[in-house]
């Protein structure tokens, strides 16, 4: 008697799936990009995507390599209140990139955008759409984005130094140390003067 069920894909046919999507998005961007167009270009039928992926969001998180749920970390930065966003969103970024099972795929995806357009365009998007807006919403006045951005390149700006170039002494720093030193400077950024 035969196997039930679906025959699964092809082997490689997962990695030609994260390849074409790549492309796509990087070309049309996420919000013009279908699960359709992706399967067609890939030659499979788009229950296959969902199969592998779950869902487009969880595709395009696998063409960029981000190493976590951007829903999960905005829970960790709000959880009930929006006092003390400052604090827990600092908190919640070097928890990150202190762990080696995410600070590898960041670190990859900061080299990678840097020096190849395709994966800045990824990036790029996927802070835009699927990471930034979540923090904006939180904030009052009409430069949230901005005060967003200028939190966000404070904390990257460490980010680089200590785990990039490996500048000391911030790359020996207690975590905690850097968390507390950090905290005052994304908070000025987020607060509205």
């Keep these: 008697?035969?196997?039930?069920?679906?025959?699964?894909?092809q082997p490689g046919t997962r990695e030609e799936l994260v390849a074409t999507a790549r492309r796509m998005f990087a070309q049309s961007g996420y919000d013009k990009t279908s699960l359709r167009d992706i399967a067609s270009a890939a030659g499979v039928d788009p229950a296959l995507i969902r199969h592998y992926f779950g869902s487009k969001a969880e595709l395009f998180r696998a063409t960029v390599g981000w190493p976590f749920d951007p829903e999960q970390f905005s829970g960790r930065i709000f959880g009930d209140e929006t006092n003390g966003l400052a604090e827990r969103l600092t908190r919640a970024f070097f928890e990150l990139w202190e762990q080696p099972e995410t600070r590898a795929p960041l670190l990859a995806i900061l080299r990678g955008a840097a020096t190849h357009e395709e994966s800045?365009?990824?990036?790029?998007?996927?802070?835009?759409?699927?990471l930034y807006p979540q923090i904006a919403t939180a904030l009052t006045g009409s430069d949230a984005e901005l005060r967003v951005d200028l939190a966000m390149g404070q904390l990257l700006g460490i980010a680089y130094l200590r785990h990039i170039l490996r500048i000391e002494p911030i790359a020996s720093q207690p975590t905690d140390e850097l968390?507390?030193?950090?905290?005052?400077?994304?908070?000025?950024?987020?607060?509205?003067?």
Excluded: T
């Design 120 to 130: 800045a365009v990824l990036v790029r998007q996927f802070i835009e759409q699927r």
């Design 1 to 9: 008697m035969p196997p039930r069920g679906r025959r699964p894909g």
């Design 179 to 193: 968390i507390a030193r950090a905290v005052p400077a994304v908070r000025a950024h987020l607060e509205k003067p």
